[in-house]
C-alpha cells in the first residue's frame, strides 16, 4: 500500500495522507514529479512502459514519473523515482525544478537534467521500464501522433526541449 501526503491548494502539507489508487477529495492534492534527461545531442531519454502496466502500457513516455510517497519532498521523489526507474543516481538536495504544472488533483514538478548517459549501464526496473532509447523532439512528436507516446500536449514536449538548457520565460 503506497501512501500520499496531502496537499492543500496552496501547496502546504495537510498533515494527512491518502491511499493511492482512491480518488482525492475536492480541494485535497498530491505531488507528482517527473526527471526528463537530455544528452548533448539535444535528444531526450525516454523509457518505454512495460506491457503489465495499468496506466498506457507500452507507449513511450518521459525519461522517469511518479507520485511523491508520504514524507518525500519533490526532491527526494525526484531522486528515488530516478534510481528506482533507470537505476541513475542524482543529487536533487539542492535543485529546484524547471517548471511545475498543475492537475485537477495536484501539482507535477518536473525537472530537466543535462547528462550524455551510456544506456547499457542503466538499470531498469522490471515493474515499470521495458525500454530505455534517446530521441529527438521530432521523434517524440511522431510517436505522439502514432500513438506510440503518451498524449501529452505537443506544445508541453516544445517547451521540455526549449528549457532543457536553461531556466526562467525570458530568451537571452
Given amino acids: 500500500m503506497e501512501l500520499?501526503?496531502?496537499y492543500d491548494i496552496n501547496r502546504n502539507k495537510t498533515n494527512r495522507t491518502w491511499v493511492r489508487g482512491k480518488r482525492l477529495e475536492p480541494g485535497d492534492y498530491h505531488l507528482v514529479v517527473h526527471v526528463c534527461i537530455f544528452n548533448s545531442n539535444g535528444e531526450m531519454l525516454i523509457q518505454q512502459r512495460q506491457s503489465f502496466k495499468e496506466g498506457w502500457p507500452n507507449l513511450w513516455d518521459l525519461t522517469v514519473g511518479g507520485s511523491a510517497t508520504s514524507g518525500?519532498?519533490?526532491?527526494?521523489?525526484?531522486?528515488?523515482e530516478l534510481y528506482e526507474e533507470i537505476?541513475?543516481?542524482a543529487d536533487f538536495q539542492h535543485v529546484r525544478p524547471h517548471l511545475t504544472i498543475n492537475f485537477e488533483y495536484g501539482f507535477d514538478?518536473?525537472?530537466l537534467i543535462q547528462e550524455d548517459v551510456e544506456l547499457h549501464k542503466l538499470t531498469l526496473q522490471h515493474e515499470e521500464v521495458q525500454n530505455v532509447k534517446w530521441a529527438s523532439k521530432e521523434e517524440i512528436l511522431t510517436m505522439i501522433k502514432n500513438e506510440e507516446?503518451?498524449?501529452y500536449y505537443e506544445s508541453l514536449i516544445h517547451l521540455l526541449f526549449d528549457c532543457r538548457n536553461k531556466r526562467g520565460t525570458i530568451k537571452r
Fill in 72 to 80: 518525500d519532498t519533490s526532491q527526494t521523489a525526484a531522486q528515488r
Fill in 87 to 89: 537505476g541513475l543516481k
Fill in 149 to 151: 507516446f503518451l498524449p
Fill in 109 to 111: 514538478d518536473i525537472y
Fill in 4 to 6: 500520499w501526503d496531502v
